[in-house]
């Protein structure tokens, strides 16, 4: 799978090296695995889950083959990244009832917010949807300008003010011009800074009740976009941004850079919240749909 290949190879290998010549799963090879998923970013609570499923799996059997151990563990990260990834979707879709639907983007600066906001518009694009992107980010200059630049890469509408405009109005504008095109799908940026959570809360929950105004249900996602490479940060982010707002779904950006994938299974758990996209290069076709059966495949290979 592209992208993940780093990750795929690292844990691949490491995960036979800790098990080759081994005919029974014993208490060394729990540590060296517990070892391999704490090293691969999978966080340390959701490790000791996984280690835990995998003693009670093999407490009866303790003479378990490599491969069946490589079986074993593959179902249960499949299992675990089930209880929060319902879906086995790979294409780009919209749901049916909303129109126009409404995707909040929030996270940090430099995360690849800009970059997955125009990837996503180029998908829904291709799929046939009319997009409409809004430049709630209006802190900095340059983020306004990165968004344009993508929607004029992408051929999509963007409603904007001019830097330093209050972002709840913009993203009020944006709505009302949605819905007067007919528009199936708007992309709402929102700025990157990390202020202290009353300001982060204030803000989000500002923008969110204007645009109700428009549509009472917007947003119907509140996509939070995590760089996959950088491990505690990222779990970090999350904690702030789910304290702040209700985090419906994560796009977890670079994880073609790492070869610490396992950030996505352990962010998923931690924080019950589903991946839906992942980012996997810098050019427009490099978001993929999350599939947790392709994830865990790639893992192993
Ligand atoms: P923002 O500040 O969060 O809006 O971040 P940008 O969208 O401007 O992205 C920051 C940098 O990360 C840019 O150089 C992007 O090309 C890069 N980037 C974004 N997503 C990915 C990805 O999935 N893989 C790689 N390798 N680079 C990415």
Not at 107 to 115: A, H, I, L, M, S
Not at 117 to 132: D, S
Not at 179 to 204: C, F, P
């Amino acid at each position: 799978d592209k992208g993940l290949e780093k990750t795929k190879t690292t844990f691949f290998s490491k995960l036979t090296k800790a098990i080759t010549g081994k005919s029974k799963v014993d208490d060394e090879v729990l540590d060296h695995l517990e070892e391999i998923l704490v090293s691969s970013d999978v966080g340390v609570e959701t490790t000791l889950k996984i280690i835990q499923r995998i003693e009670a799996r093999v407490a009866n059997d303790k003479y378990l083959g490599t491969d069946e151990l490589n079986q074993i563990l593959r179902e249960e990260i499949a299992a675990l990244l089930a209880e929060t990834n319902s879906g086995n979707d790979s294409e780009f879709v919209v749901p049916a009832n909303k129109k126009p639907y409404v995707i909040m983007v929030v996270g940090v600066n430099g995360v690849g917010k800009t970059t997955t906001i125009g990837k996503l518009a180029y998908q829904f694009k291709k799929a046939g949807l009319k997009v409409v992107l809004g430049a709630s980010d209006t802190f900095r200059a340059a983020a306004i300008d990165q968004l344009q630049i993508w929607a004029d890469r992408v051929q999509v509408p963007i409603v904007k003010q001019q830097m330093g405009s209050d972002p709840a109005s913009v993203a009020f504008d944006t709505l009302q011009s949605a819905v007067a095109q007919n528009a199936d799908v708007v992309i709402i940026d929102t700025a990157g800074r990390l202020h202290n959570k009353i300001g982060l809360m204030n803000e989000l929950t500002k923008v969110k009740k204007v645009m109700q105004k428009v549509l009472s249900d917007a947003p119907h996602d509140v996509l939070l976009v995590l760089d996959g490479s950088t491990g505690q940060n990222a779990f970090e982010q999350a904690k702030q941004f789910t304290a702040a707002t209700e985090v419906s779904c994560l796009a977890v950006t670079k994880l073609d850079g790492t070869a610490k994938g396992g950030v996505v299974i352990g962010i998923s758990d931690q924080f019950q919240i589903p991946v839906k996209y992942i980012g996997v290069g810098e050019g427009i076709d490099d978001l993929q749909v999350f599939n947790k059966f392709e994830f865990v495949d790639s893992f192993f290979k």
